[in-house]
């Protein structure tokens, strides 16, 4: 081989060759939406990018959507989704079994801030489904600086394969802690220790190995209407649930998320959003600890706002 093409051969290597350090495409971006991980991972990225931009002409969206706000179907060109928003952290759950995603949405911006948990169903190569619970400034403890300085610094990366819970597990320790609620019988949840819970923008941590979401339990408090997203490879569970249905007020109950990571079969860390107007709340009995704020909203009916 003579110098010139060997000059050339060297030169295209160099080329077409990647960076070192260069920045890569996000996981999911080479693939299409599908009910396989990467596809889910998919579905994500692009609803990233349309509620960055308030944009949902890039998303593969079925003809048939169902789009709900709050446990309301709603039109999406109404919806939140279409309201451009600067995120500054998200985090997902990818489930392949249902072929479902979630997706928790830190918004800090002090114009109007947001946090959001988005629920998508994937069916073959659209997204079927898109369910928003969405809370704001004068909603339940809501303060989005607080929820992302707290929940951007835990632990929610993959668990390693033999030593993560089933998908039953995962399920029977979110309805054991819901079920809770309205039974007052906190000893048959999976406490573990430590365990920190992020509610709106309280905290209930206090860097100890003996933190506890055992903290201010109410009691008769019907949690219905759940339904799951399960990601077993990261521990984490979330239920889509509308919180104090059937109350002494006869109302329908508040729009709800519960986030779970659970490791080794026992909670670890606890995320909710509540779809109340502080001003409905009222608080019922509590049960267990009282030193901390808690999860005590038994909400009369109320109107949707945004």
């Not at 339940?140 to 993959?158: H, V």
Request: hydrophobic share 35%; charged share 20%; with cysteine.
């Amino acid at each position: 081989m003579n110098r010139v093409a060997l000059k050339w051969i060297l030169l295209a290597g160099s080329v077409l060759a990647p960076a070192v350090g260069s920045a890569q495409p996000p996981a999911g971006s080479n693939q299409t939406v599908s009910c396989v991980r990467g596809g889910l991972q998919r579905a994500v990225n692009l609803y990233i990018e349309a509620q960055t931009k308030g944009d949902v002409s890039g998303l593969p969206l079925s003809d048939r959507l169902g789009y709900v706000e709050n446990m309301t179907p709603v039109a999406i060109d109404s919806g939140v989704i279409k309201t451009p928003m600067k995120i500054d952290h998200h985090f997902s759950l990818l489930d392949e079994s249902t072929c479902q995603t979630f997706t928790e949405v830190v918004v800090t911006d002090a114009a109007k801030p947001y946090v959001l948990g988005t629920r998508m169903r994937v069916n073959h190569d659209k997204i079927a489904e898109i369910e928003i619970v969405w809370t704001t400034t004068g909603y339940w403890l809501f303060n989005a600086d607080n929820y992302l300085k707290y929940s951007s610094s835990e632990n929610w990366g993959p668990i390693p394969a033999d030593r993560r819970d089933s998908r039953g597990t995962l399920v029977a320790a979110a309805n054991a802690y819901l079920d809770a609620f309205l039974e007052g019988k906190i000893d048959r949840v999976p406490w573990g220790f430590p365990c920190v819970r992020v509610e709106g923008g309280m905290y209930t941590g206090k860097d100890s190995p003996a933190d506890s979401c055992e903290v201010g339990v109410p009691s008769g408090v019907n949690i219905a209407n759940r339904h799951f997203v399960v990601d077993e490879v990261l521990g984490s569970v979330v239920a889509f649930c509308t919180f104090g249905a059937g109350g002494p007020t006869g109302g329908s109950g508040a729009a709800d998320t519960h986030l779970f990571r659970v490791e080794n079969g026992k909670l670890r860390y606890v995320h909710t959003l509540t779809h109340l107007l502080m001003a409905d709340f009222r608080r019922p009995p509590q049960q267990g600890q009282q030193g901390q704020q808690s999860e005590q909203a038994q909400p009369r009916q109320q109107g949707q706002q945004r």
